[in-house]
């Protein structure tokens, strides 16, 4: 049977803490964009690295109704 993973708790830490390089939201935590904002990545391509991955972390959580995740940790730091 295999095995079903969660989420990676250092990822979700990571969108709590990494902002947003360049554009109109430049320095707004990743985890705050709105997800019109990650929509628009989605459809134009996430940048490669890093900041792609989280861009399209965040907006995956946001999609399925997973923000609750991010709040909770929130609370925990």
Do not use: C
């Not at 991955?53 to 995740?69: A, D, K, P, R, V």
């Amino acid at each position: 049977m295999e095995e079903i993973q969660g989420p990676d708790p250092a990822i979700l830490k990571e969108l709590l803490k990494y902002k947003m390089p360049f554009g109109k939201y430049k320095d707004k935590l990743i985890a705050d964009l709105p997800v019109s904002y990650l929509e628009w990545f989605q459809r134009q391509g996430f940048p490669a690295g890093k900041l792609g991955m989280l861009l399209s972390t965040m907006y995956e959580i946001q999609i399925n109704g997973l923000g609750e995740l991010l709040h909770r940790l929130r609370k925990m730091q």
